[in-house]
């Protein structure tokens, strides 16, 4: 079964769930990217033994080198990332490979915005083509179902992680000496649209309301890297690669994302598998799936740094709960590991073909 991915850029969780599907018997996986975004530091070595072309950003014609790679390869389906780049939609559209059953993944979640409602007129067509529509969660379900798609096409099946690399760290974190971390972790791009200055505003009023405050540890760059500088308690640790992030979350004890959007944060899902609880806004998309308040994390307000403190005292106030609000995080993300990942790719494709 020979099948070519058309996907963004390089990142560490997908190129876990692409080695563990290329590696299944009888599956022949082409992955394409676009070279990396300035955003982004990963290390494209992470690709190492896939079956990858990269076109760069400013290439003359992307669709048409695209379309060549995919006919060399034989490929029997194809999958596209959602309606970004102009050259993937070319594709779905080039009558040169019109008998090609298509994919499209999106993780875009429904707003009710009137751009939303009327995105139907602008690509209602291209969605059409699509055999299956591949969202990761709830959210994106919901927007995909208003963008006309029918039930029956639409699966949840677009993320996965590297949960056997990470999952360890649970184990480490409950036997180390001193017992579970006092430290809180945030990993992402220090934008706007990560609520870097809410993160830091909440963590000063949580300090204000706790006798011995734990450290914040934050793993990312982007351009408000400097709003981090001397701040009482917070350690900027940088661009973390995938690689040696588990060993960041094994010294941390809660895991903070503050985002003003995030439409399905991979990032929670990865903390969860290392076993740490959850305290973040409602806008990560992700949170509908793996985040129970008082169970496994926190949920709280979205751009509202008092609600986030209040977060932040009650995982400090509900310390011994800890471990096993971090088993029970665990516990959801092992359904986004990379096996199971691969698990309902292959189901996906093979339905295709047949």
């Given amino acids: 079964m020979k099948v070519a991915i058309c996907w963004g850029g390089v990142s560490g969780y997908m190129a876990a769930c692409w080695r563990t599907l290329a590696a299944r018997p009888g599956i022949d996986l082409l992955v394409f990217n676009f070279q990396s975004q300035s955003n982004t530091a990963f290390n494209e070595q992470m690709m190492a033994g896939l079956n990858t072309r990269t076109l760069p950003l400013d290439h003359s014609d992307p669709a048409s080198a695209i379309k060549q790679i995919i006919r060399d390869h034989n490929a029997q389906v194809v999958s596209l990332s959602g309606w970004l780049y102009p050259s993937y939609i070319q594709l779905a559209r080039d009558p040169e490979l019109a008998k090609l059953p298509f994919v499209m993944v999106m993780d875009t979640p429904l707003r009710y915005t009137w751009r939303q409602r009327l995105a139907r007129l602008k690509i209602g067509g291209y969605l059409d083509r699509m055999s299956r529509v591949i969202v990761p969660g709830e959210r994106a379900w919901q927007y995909a179902k208003l963008l006309g798609v029918p039930e029956s096409k639409i699966r949840r099946a677009m993320y996965g992680v590297d949960y056997d690399a990470l999952s360890p760290a649970y184990a480490q974190r409950a036997a180390q000496a001193g017992g579970w971390p006092r430290r809180f972790l945030f990993t992402g791009r220090y934008a706007d649209e990560k609520g870097i200055d809410v993160l830091l505003d909440a963590y000063a009023r949580y300090r204000s309301r706790t006798t011995d405050p734990w450290p914040l540890s934050c793993c990312g760059m982007g ?23 588990r060993n960041v979350m094994q010294r941390s004890g809660v895991f903070v994302l503050s985002s003003r959007e995030d439409p399905w944060p991979l990032v929670i899902v990865e903390a969860c598998a290392a076993g740490l609880p959850v305290v973040c806004t409602e806008a990560c998309g992700s949170s509908v799936e793996l985040v129970r308040s008082h169970y496994s994390g926190w949920q709280v307000a979205t751009n509202d740094a008092d609600d986030l403190a209040r977060g932040l005292v009650l995982a400090h106030e509900n310390y011994e709960k800890l471990p096993l609000m971090g088993r029970r995080a665990q516990h959801f993300a092992e359904a986004y590991s990379a096996q199971a990942w691969a698990d309902r790719w292959e189901h996906i494709l093979r339905e295709l073909i047949q």
């Fill in 223 to 245: 351009p408000l890297k400097s709003q981090l500088e001397n701040r009482e308690g917070v350690e900027d640790l940088g661009f973390v690669q995938p690689a040696e992030m």
